[in-house]
């Protein structure tokens, strides 16, 4: 019966992901120059590389303003993502305290599952541009990630982590010069 048989993984149609085995996920190597596993189904792993070049034929605006479009289209989502949160303490602060207070298991589950996937689809928005704006620079996310995690693990050894501003750890040693 059809019926009884195990769904088959819904695969987006993109053409381009490979197949392997789940449990081959290199969590643990996120970072890894040459395989970052990102988006992950059933039986699948897209990688960082692939989810670029999808990034790349989805993105449709005229490329002589590409630079300016994707910085714009960044902040709008990004503000897009703190307007959710914004209407989440002002419509509901009973649930805006109990994800603060992680007391998730007495929230509301309906109104908690609908804000999640909100912010989601918004924080999803986020990343297309974070990634478009990559690909108008020739960056790799790959190479984004790997700097962004090299800077924290930097800060963390010199222990300037809760400082703020992106010469933190000239001004320690200036200070401590
Ligand atoms: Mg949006």
């Known amino acids: 019966m059809l019926g009884n048989q195990p769904q088959k993984p819904v695969i987006p149609d993109l053409g381009m992901l490979r197949r ?19 988006i992950t189904f059933t039986n699948y792993i897209m990688e960082l590389k692939e989810y ?36 989440l303490y002002r419509d509901d602060q009973s649930l805006a305290n109990n994800i603060r207070l992680g007391h998730i298991f007495e929230a509301n589950k309906k ?11 918004e924080v999803g928005d986020v990343i297309w541009y974070c990634t478009a704006l990559a690909n108008e620079l020739g960056l790799t996310l790959e190479e984004i990630l790997q700097a962004n995690y090299d800077k924290l693990i930097k800060r963390r050894e010199t222990g ?18």
């Open 52 to 87: 670029q070049t999808i990034i790349e034929k989805t993105a449709v605006y005229p490329k002589e303003i590409g630079l300016a479009y994707c910085a714009l289209g960044l902040t709008g989502e990004a503000g897009e993502v703190a307007e959710k949160i914004k209407k």
């Open 111 to 121: 109104a908690y599952s609908e804000f999640r996937e909100n912010v989601k689809k």
């Open 160 to 177: 300037t982590l809760h400082g703020s501003g992106d010469d933190r750890e000239e001004v320690k040693r200036f200070e401590t010069s």
């Open 20 to 38: 392997t085995r789940l449990r081959s996920l290199p969590i643990h190597k996120i970072g890894h120059p040459r395989r970052v596993p990102f």
